[in-house]
């Protein structure tokens, strides 16, 4: 049935795609002929998605999913193999493996069956569950066996399978492994139905130089991939699949990502020194990465750098247009003549350093650069000039003249107009001042700051490029006369860590009025969709904290903007808005690489000051890597386990009661060494080494769950004096090992 199903599938579509009809008909014979070729020696394997050009995060996303997924397919298919090499560039998907055996191994697999009392009667005789196990494997009831598993007796069969050629395995899984690559959005093309981020255009798929023959969305494989787009398109063949990355090379097809990233970098910076300057790359750590970087080497094949020009009256314009413009309109690599000043946390008006040129990345060589040159010249001169007009119309009106327009804006019809968000972040950055002790002026320009922070939201110019809100704030802010520490503020309310304390206390005011207005209004994150970004603004309510290392306490920052919502904010909903920062802020403590359990001992007592939460983790870390460790944790863990295993609640310790020796001197060594409750997990700890001793003797010679009730609460009570050393640092007991 299975083979007429399929005889009736290829008819459709030898009538669905008649000019596929011959190369079907030869892929046909094809896998034929490859089933029969005996192979006995590892061969190199080639498949190349063709495509037409893919977005740019899709090529990474296509490279991470097939880096993941083909050494577990491979080994699924009990295939040895070599080394695996995955590329992506926008049109083409590669994935090459320069050796691959020719045939799967025989094996034999055990197979489980029904419980045997269901599979044979009491005489051995096959039942029919028994029978139909055996026939469904292929074996006889006589060869199946009986064997304990979980407790009980069940029936298992040895299967034994003879390994298949590997031509014809690829084969049949080659079109599901395209189809497992998934993206964010796909289209649909033509009539097969299949959806893919872009339309497909040819298969490569080579396993030496034999073409392993499989059709895909109305694509049959061969052995034909294309060169270039800027030369047309030309048809390359691909002899074998050990001379691919050769043949490729040579029609200027770079298809390693980092060795693009790399030709790029070399050639910008080449181009930038010809005009005595520097390329803006926006490197990212020590990495070097950069976003800019990334993106553009997702976008061409043949990295050819091309340097422009524009006209010099357009340096007039705030530094962060001209960029912005550049890098997220046009992708270009900026010039400036040194390393910026102005990158740092201080925006003082000061001449721009840039330089009237940019470095835009071609895809091909230089023949009609100059063309190129001139069409990404007028391009970036219309928008600059466009820029010009909205920042010269914006200029018109002081900043603070913008803030009563924020009232056509909405943020939420529950939680009223961007100007009533504007008014409640005021509100509650005068209630988070003293919290994060800010100076007078500090205080007196956090307000400012507050009451202008949103203004720019309703000027031309962060209308057209929303990625400027704040930056131009910050810009007519300062061309406002405003103090420079409150533009500043302005300016760094959208970054993850402000730099300053006043941009600290706004920003904190706005993502905790977010938190707090949302989540009351039912519009918490659910699963992966996050519409209000809110785990973005977790993470930059608990961030900035850490990173300026200042106590402060979510819970009360959060009970106080309640106060400031339009709709009732329940105990419950604030309690579920501190267990989702708590959430955020493991996250940041787990991703800076300490322990899952570090971290969740510490956060189980602190998790509303996630500076004092971050310097636990710290501490608690260092002390857990302690070759004494294992002496230190038991001695305390005795203490709680006693406790929690107890009926009684003990309230009080009467010194007078303690009898033994041992008991008495356990009562000593707290009483000189805890003068008062420790507020570290160094101070908390280093009590807890000093009491071991007298710890270790009171468990050998003490009888702590006495018959006499008062003698057993009086010892359960200086158990708890110790135990209780921990409250508010660190839970332990959520430690490995405890």
């Known amino acids: 049935a299975r083979k007429v199903a399929e ?8 009538l669905e795609y008649p000019l596929l009809r011959d190369s079907i008909v030869d892929t046909r014979k094809s896998n034929n002929e490859l089933s029969n070729i005996a192979l006995t020696k590892p061969i190199p394997f080639l498949l190349e998605v063709g495509v037409e050009e893919l977005p740019a995060s899709d090529v990474d996303s296509a490279h991470e999913q097939l880096t993941q997924r083909i050494p577990t397919l491979l080994n699924e298919l009990h295939l040895e193999h070599g080394d695996i090499r995955i590329y992506a560039t926008p049109r083409r998907i590669v994935v090459s493996i320069n050796s691959l055996s020719p045939n799967q191994p025989d094996r034999e697999d055990l197979v489980k069956g029904p419980p045997a009392d269901k599979a044979f009667d009491k005489d051995g005789i096959a039942l029919p569950a028994g029978i139909g196990f055996a026939k469904k494997n292929n074996v006889d009831t006589k ?15 040895v299967v034994k399978q003879k390994g298949r050629p590997t031509p014809e395995v690829l084969a049949e899984v080659l079109p599901k492994l395209v189809e497992s690559i998934k993206f964010e959005k796909s289209m649909r093309w033509n009539d097969s139905g299949v ?13 030496g130089d034999q073409v392993i023959p499989f059709e895909y969305a109305g694509v049959v494989s061969g052995n034909v991939t294309r060169g270039l787009r800027p030369y047309d398109s030309p048809e390359i063949k691909i002899s074998s699949a050990d001379k691919y990355s050769d043949l490729i090379r040579e029609a200027g097809i770079v298809l390693d990502k ?6 790029i970098v070399e050639q910008v910076k080449q181009a930038a020194s010809l005009v005595g300057g520097e390329a803006i790359f926006d490197f990212v750590g020590a990495s070097h990465d950069s976003p800019l970087l990334n993106e553009v080497s997702n976008l061409i094949e043949m990295p050819t750098a091309v340097m422009g020009g524009f006209n010099s009256e357009f340096l007039a314009l705030p530094r962060d247009v001209l960029i912005s413009v550049m890098k997220k309109h046009q992708r270009y690599f900026p010039v400036e003549s040194q390393k910026s000043k102005v990158e740092s946390a201080t925006f003082d008006l000061q001449p721009s350093t840039l330089l009237p040129h940019f470095i835009a990345i071609r895809n091909g060589d230089d023949i009609g650069v100059d063309i190129v040159r001139q069409g990404n010249e007028h391009v970036l001169d219309a928008r600059f000039a466009d820029a010009n007009f909205f920042v010269r119309e914006d200029l018109k009106l002081k900043l603070e003249e913008y803030r009563p327009k924020l009232a056509t804006l909405t943020f939420h019809t529950k939680l009223g107009s961007m100007l009533d968000k504007s008014e409640r972040i005021g509100k509650l950055t005068n209630d988070l001042i003293p919290m994060l002790n800010l100076e007078n002026d500090e205080a007196v320009f956090a307000r400012r700051a507050a009451y202008l922070m949103k203004a720019d939201l309703v000027t031309q110019m962060v209308t057209e490029m929303t990625s400027l809100q704040g930056i131009i704030g910050r810009e007519y802010a300062l061309r406002s006369a405003e103090q420079s520490d409150v533009a500043n503020a302005i300016g760094e309310q959208y970054q993850t860590v402000p ?23 039912g519009l918490a994150p659910t699963g992966a969709k996050d519409p209000f970004g809110l785990r973005r603004a977790a993470i930059g309510v608990v961030q900035p904290l850490i990173e300026h290392n200042v106590d402060f306490d979510l819970a009360e920052a959060v009970k106080k903007s309640a106060k400031t919502q339009p709709i009732p904010v329940s105990d419950e909903v604030q309690k579920q808005i501190l267990e989702f920062i708590a959430g955020r802020l493991k996250v940041v403590l787990n991703d800076a690489g300490y322990k899952f359990d570090v971290v969740d001992a510490v956060l189980a007592e602190q998790s509303a000051n996630p500076a004092a939460s971050a310097r636990a983790v710290k501490q608690l870390s260092a002390w857990v890597g302690r070759e004494d460790w294992s002496t230190i944790l038991p001695a305390f863990a005795r203490c709680v386990r006693i406790l929690k295993t107890s009926d009684d609640r003990p309230q009080t310790l009467d010194d007078s009661k303690l009898l033994e020796k041992e008991e008495k001197a356990l009562f000593k060594a707290v009483r000189s060494t805890v003068h008062r409750p420790p507020s570290t997990v160094n101070e908390f700890l280093e009590i807890v080494v000093k009491l071991i001793p007298s710890i270790d003797a009171f468990f050998d010679k003490v009888l702590v769950m006495a018959e006499d009730k ?7 009570g200086l158990l708890q004096k110790i135990a209780s050393l921990s409250n508010g640092i660190a839970d332990l007991s959520k430690l490995e090992g405890f």
Not at 7 to 14: A, F, I, L, P, S
Not at 143 to 157: M, N
């Open 7 to 14: 005889g009736y599938e290829t008819q459709r579509k030898e």
């Open 143 to 157: 060869a199946l066996e009986i064997r304990e598993e979980g407790g009980g007796k069940y029936v298992f069969a």
């Open 195 to 207: 959806a893919f981020s872009r339309p497909i255009r040819w298969f490569v798929a080579l396993f």
């Open 258 to 263: 980092e060795e693009r990233k790399t030709s």
């Open 499 to 521: 730099q300053t304390k006043i941009g600290l206390a706004v920003a904190l005011a706005d993502r905790l009025d977010s938190l707090v207005g949302l989540f009351a209004a």
């Open 710 to 716: 008062k003698l057993r609460e009086n010892r359960l």
